[in-house]
DNA sequence: CCAGTTCGTTACATCGTTGTAAACCGGATA
DNA sequence: TATCCGGTTTACAACGATGTAACGAACTGG
C-alpha cells in the first residue's frame, strides 16, 4: 500500500471513513473497542493524514513564511533560528524566502504568490516602499520584523526596536570613552534603506549631545551590509585620516572594519575603537571581541509569533507596535582595560 | 470578496470553471476574447490559485524540506542559502526544520510527520543511526546531505564530501608548513559522530604519512561544534603543553580556538597554526584569517536538488552516490609569510 | 447539403479530509 | 410494551482545482 487513506483504514477496521477520522482527531465519543481497532489498523499501515487534504477543508496549512534578505547573513539566519522555536512552540511549520533585499523579489513576497499555501507571513523587508505595501491586498496576515516603512499609519503590526535610541546609545559610550573622531559605517545611497537612515540619525544626535563635531567625511556610505562592505569603507576611512573610533550599522560590517583595521596595523580599541549592531555570535569570539548593540532576538521572533497568532485566531484590531528592549554590549573592541586584561 | 475561488472568477467573466482554469493553466485552446475577458476577471477579483486545493488534486505541493541541525550554524546557514537557491530554479519552496541534532527529533524528520505536506527531504542528520534509516517507510523520497549512515546499502541518495582525504590533506599542510605537534579539536564521544571520525581519521592517515608521532593528549573532544567548544578545548590544550598546529574539524571549533589562542597571547600562525574545515564566510574576515577546507556547498545544494529532483520525477535506480569537490584555501592561520606581508 | 473534422467550451467526477445532521442501538423510564 | 435518551456511528456534502470525456459550433470537402 503506497499511500493509504483514511478510507483505507476504515476498511481495515471495519468501520466508516469517519469514524476513523474521529479517532484520529480524537473525538471524545469513540468506544474503547473501535478506537483500539482502528489504531491498530493505522499502525498496521502506518497511515497518515493527508495535509493538503486538511488544508483544503480546513482554510488553514499550519505553515507560515519567514522572508529575509538572507540567511548568509547570521543575524537573519539567528532570527530564523528564533522564529522556528517560536513557531513551533505553536506547532506551525516555517518555510523560508530570501529576498536579498531586492525590491522586486520582496513584492513577489508581499504579492500573495504562496496564498493558501501559508497562513500568515513575517517579514522583514529592506527595499519595500510604503506605497508597495499599500498595494497589497491584506489577505495573509502579515508581520513585519524590522523597520517601519512609510509613514505611520500601516495596517500591519509590527515588531523592531528603537533603532535611534540604540545607535545614540552605542555612540555615546564612543564619545564617552575618549573618541573625537567618531565614524560611522552602514549609510546607504539607495531610495529606502530606513534603518540605515534611523541609525545614522541616533549617530548624529549623540554626537551633537556629546559635543563632538560632525565630520561628513567620517561617514562611510556602503552598497550593502556585508563583511566586505565593511572592510572596504574602513579602507577608505583609513585612507582619508583615520578616524579614533567607528560605529558600524551593524556586526558584519564591523567585523570587515576590523579586519581592515587590524591588517593594516591598527591597535583595537588603542587607537581606534570599533562598535557593532545585532550582537551576532561571532562578534563574541572575535578579537578584539566586539562591542555592540544587543536586541532581544528571541523576543522579536516571540512576539512576532504572538502578533501573528493573534491575527490568525480572528484578532483584527488596529496594527500593534511593539518596541522590544535592547541592551549594549561592552566588549574589548571599546574597552581599553577589558583588551589589555587579556 | 475575500477569497475569489475559481468559481467567482468564472461568473464574472460568464465562462465556466473550468475555463478559467484553463486559462491559468495556459491551456492551448482558449480564444482570445475569452482569455481576455477571463483575465480581465482574474485581475479585478485579484485571483489567486488554492495552492492546498492543486496539491490535493495533484498530489504533490511543490514543497521540500530541509532538515538541519541548527541555522545558528554559519555552515547551515550557508548550504540552506545554497540550497533555497537551487530549489528555487526548480520553482520549488523550501521549508526548514531545525533538529538540533537531537536523535528524537531527527526520528521525527525522517518519520513522515509532514507526509503529504512536502514532496522531498533533504537532510542533514547528525545523530541518526543506520538502524532508524531502515526503519524508515520510504514514501517521501529523501535525499542525505553530509556523513553517509550505516555501512553501506543504504537505500538512499547521498550527496557529501571525501572527509578523510579532506582531512588528511590539512593535516598534511600543517606538516609540511613544520608542524611537530599538530592538534585535533572536535572528536566527539557520542555513539555516532561519524563526520568527527572520518576526519579524525585523515588526521591520523596524515600524521602517519608525515612521520609526525601521533600524541593522544593533542586530540580534544568537544560536545558540539560550536565557538565555545573550539574556545574551551583550546584552552585545556594550552595547558597541558601547548601544540604548534591544530586542526579543527569545522571553522566554529577553529574560530573559538583562534580566540582562545589570541586572548592568551600566542601568536598565530607564528607559534600556533590554526586550520578549520568548512570555508564559512566569517573565516575570511578573521585576523587571522582562517585556512580551511572548503567544500563546494552550491554543488552539495544543487546536486541534492537535483538527486532529489530526479526521485520526485520517478528515477527508482538504486541509491546514488555523490562525491562533491573540496579545495583548501590556505589563509593566513597557516601561513606565515600572508600574515607578516600584512 | 450532409458527414467528418477541428476548435472551444463545458459537466462531472475526483483528490482526502472533516463538519453537519441524521441514524442507530441498548438501556432506563413511563 | 412504547417512548425517550445518551452515547456511538454513519452518510453526505462540502473545501477548490483539474483531468476526462463529451458537447456544440464552425468549418472542410465531396
Redo the contacts with the bound molecule.
Keep these: 500500500m503506497v499511500?493509504?487513506?483514511?478510507?483505507?483504514?476504515?476498511e481495515l477496521a471495519?468501520?466508516?471513513?469517519?469514524?476513523?477520522?474521529?479517532?484520529?482527531?480524537d473525538?471524545?465519543?469513540?468506544?474503547?473497542?473501535?478506537?483500539a481497532r482502528v489504531e491498530a489498523a493505522i499502525a498496521e499501515l502506518s497511515?497518515?493524514?493527508?495535509?493538503?487534504?486538511?488544508s483544503?477543508?480546513?482554510?488553514r496549512s499550519g505553515v507560515v513564511a519567514l522572508a529575509v534578505p538572507d540567511l548568509d547573513n547570521p543575524y537573519f539566519a539567528e532570527l530564523a533560528t528564533n522564529v522556528i522555536e517560536a513557531a513551533d512552540r505553536r506547532g506551525w511549520t516555517v518555510l523560508i524566502d530570501q529576498t536579498q533585499g531586492d525590491r522586486a523579489k520582496e513584492r513577489v513576497v508581499i504579492s500573495g504568490i504562496r496564498d493558501?499555501l501559508i497562513d500568515g507571513l513575517l517579514f522583514s523587508p529592506l527595499a519595500l516602499t510604503g506605497k508597495d505595501l499599500a498595494g497589497r491586498d491584506e489577505r495573509t496576515p502579515m508581520v513585519l520584523l524590522g523597520e517601519r516603512i512609510g509613514m505611520g499609519r500601516s495596517p500591519y503590526d509590527h515588531v523592531g526596536i528603537d533603532n535611534v535610541a540604540a545607535a545614540r546609545a552605542a555612540t555615546l559610550h564612543l564619545a564617552e570613552r575618549g573618541a573625537r573622531r567618531i565614524a560611522a559605517i552602514g549609510v546607504q545611497r539607495t531610495a529606502v534603506a530606513a534603518t540605515g537612515r534611523l541609525r545614522l540619525r541616533g549617530y548624529q544626535q549623540a554626537l551633537a549631545e556629546a559635543g563632538v563635531p560632525a565630520d561628513p567625511s567620517l561617514v562611510a556610505p556602503v552598497a550593502r551590509w556585508g563583511r566586505a562592505d565593511g572592510a572596504e569603507a574602513m579602507s577608505r576611512l583609513l585612507d582619508s585620516g583615520a578616524p579614533d573610533a567607528v560605529f558600524c550599522f551593524n556586526d558584519t560590517l564591523a567585523l570587515g572594519a576590523l579586519r581592515t583595521l587590524l591588517k593594516r596595523g591598527y591597535e583595537v580599541p588603542g587607537e581606534v575603537m570599533v562598535m557593532g549592531f545585532d550582537d551576532i555570535q561571532d562578534g563574541r569570539f572575535a578579537t578584539p571581541t566586539l562591542s555592540t548593540v544587543a536586541p532581544d532576538k528571541a523576543l522579536i521572533a516571540q512576539s512576532a509569533v504572538d502578533l501573528l497568532a493573534e491575527r490568525l485566531s480572528g484578532g483584527t484590531g488596529k496594527a500593534h507596535e511593539v518596541c522590544v528592549p535592547h541592551r549594549l554590549a561592552f566588549r574589548e573592541s571599546t574597552d581599553v582595560r577589558a583588551s589589555r586584561t587579556t
Design positions: 499511500r493509504p487513506r483514511l478510507k483505507d483504514v476504515a471495519g468501520v466508516s471513513i469517519k469514524t476513523v477520522s474521529n479517532v484520529v482527531n473525538y471524545p465519543h469513540v468506544s474503547d473497542v473501535t478506537r497511515y497518515r493524514p493527508n495535509l493538503s487534504a486538511r483544503l477543508r480546513a482554510g493558501h
